[in-house]
């Protein structure tokens, strides 16, 4: 079928969505040839809220989200070694670690991403924890895989200072992909409607904290705070703006931990209750975190890592194996002609990091039915399975 995503840029009033042009109020809208595939188990759900028209029929998109890509520097020297393999002996390709499931994220019609991290400017050093700095290839891979979209507050978004979120944000518009969390002007942190299958959606991005530093170059509104009454404010006005359909992307929860936080459920329970937001999806803690009701809305706690290199080795403390388990997650979203938005039950997709093939990015299921993965590569998938069914199993893909 033919999807369209059409993005409308807000300035405190009411823009108009039309294709044409990158200007203020509107930017190119992008055109693409799919097949739509919708996850046959999902239960359908509904969260009400109000639509300025009438329509005549169901308008829906199918969406996947996804934990966070946090590309360590061995992630690098094998991305090096991929592009080697072609010739390129100075660039980057960390498209093979995407390719696995590639084919499940290019099947809807909206794929989002969370880049955790910065893409260092052209002519500054690449660097690793604490302060990140990544190669700009990983971009061409999000894009290759199927991504529409990423989130960008996260605990790393000062990592590079102005620079280091200019260079992010020209690196995703280059590929095409349009993004939420960081800001190169005032006016691009706040709230924007875009079109999905005529659909007007908008999709902010927040995160807890700077790991303590202070906003890049004193510049407050260069990324997004975790803020109840911001978060509802920035809801309300996107509703304003046109929204029918509102996400919302949460950087949150205590690394290492399953449970979802006080913090977290405060938070979720603050913004869900205003009755703006249709689905919250979460990152950060780097394992998965359980879905819940809050509100009658979707929380998606914890997205886990999807693509990272946590060392599991003896650490001080090691990170565990559940850091290379994480999660596609699906769902169907309706807008119903009396503009009730109905969020079907979010559906899994385990994944897991094959670090000995590449970081390859394996889907757990398909994987254990393929009668060519044997000896430890299935041990270890069956463990990763193990693991998300434990935080997640009434979700998974039957």
């Known amino acids: 079928m033919q999807r369209s995503i059409k993005f409308c840029v807000a300035i405190f009033v009411l823009g108009s969505c039309t294709s044409g042009s990158p200007s203020l109020v509107t930017s ?126 996260s605990n790393h978004a000062m990592d590079r200072g102005t620079r280091g979120i200019d260079t992010t944000l020209d690196a995703l518009d280059r590929v095409g992909i349009s993004h939420t969390g960081m800001a190169r002007t005032p006016i691009e942190i706040e709230p924007n409607v875009f079109e999905v299958n005529g659909i007007k959606v908008a999709h902010m991005s ?49 690394e290492r931990e399953t449970a979802p936080s006080s913090f ?9 209750k205003s009755g703006e937001v249709n689905l919250i999806i979460g990152s950060h803690a780097h394992v998965l975190q359980p879905i819940k009701k809050v509100n009658d809305t979707w929380v998606i706690y914890g997205l886990g890592n999807f693509l990272s290199n946590m ?7 090691p990170w565990p194996a559940s850091t290379q388990d994480g999660a596609i997650v699906t769902t169907k979203i309706t807008l119903q002609p009396d503009g009730k938005v109905i969020v079907n039950q979010p559906v899994v997709i385990p994944t897991w990091v094959d670090r000995i093939s590449g970081w390859q990015i394996r889907s757990v299921l398909d994987d254990l039915k393929n009668n060519d993965i044997t000896g430890s590569t299935r041990a270890e998938l069956q463990q990763s399975l193990k693991r998300t069914t434990k935080v997640l199993g009434d979700f998974i893909a039957k």
């Open 264 to 272: 977290q459920q405060k938070i979720a329970d603050e913004i869900t």
């Open 311 to 317: 060392p599991t080795v003896p650490k001080d403390p």
């Open 28 to 153: 190119d809208s992008i055109s693409t040839t799919i097949e739509t595939v919708v996850p046959s188990t999902a239960v359908t759900t509904s969260t009400t809220t109000s639509t300025s028209s009438t329509l005549e029929s169901d308008f829906s998109f199918t969406i996947a989200v996804s934990g966070d890509t946090l590309p360590h520097s061995p992630l690098w020297r094998g991305a090096q070694r991929n592009a080697a393999a072609t010739g390129d002996t100075t660039g980057y390709d960390f498209r093979p670690m995407f390719a696995l499931v590639k084919p499940i994220l290019s099947s809807v019609d909206l794929a989002i991403c969370h880049l955790e991290t910065p893409i260092a400017p052209p002519d500054e050093e690449l660097s690793t924890y604490p302060f990140f700095g990544v190669p700009i290839e990983i971009t061409d891979a999000l894009a290759d895989a199927g991504y529409d979209r990423c989130s960008t507050a």
């Open 206 to 254: 927040y995160t807890f904290s700077y790991n303590g530093l202070a906003a890049a170059n004193g510049e407050t509104w260069r990324s997004a705070l975790i803020d109840s009454d911001r978060i509802v404010r920035d809801s309300h006005l996107a509703r304003e703006l046109g929204a029918q359909v509102v996400l919302v992307s949460m950087h949150w929860g205590n």
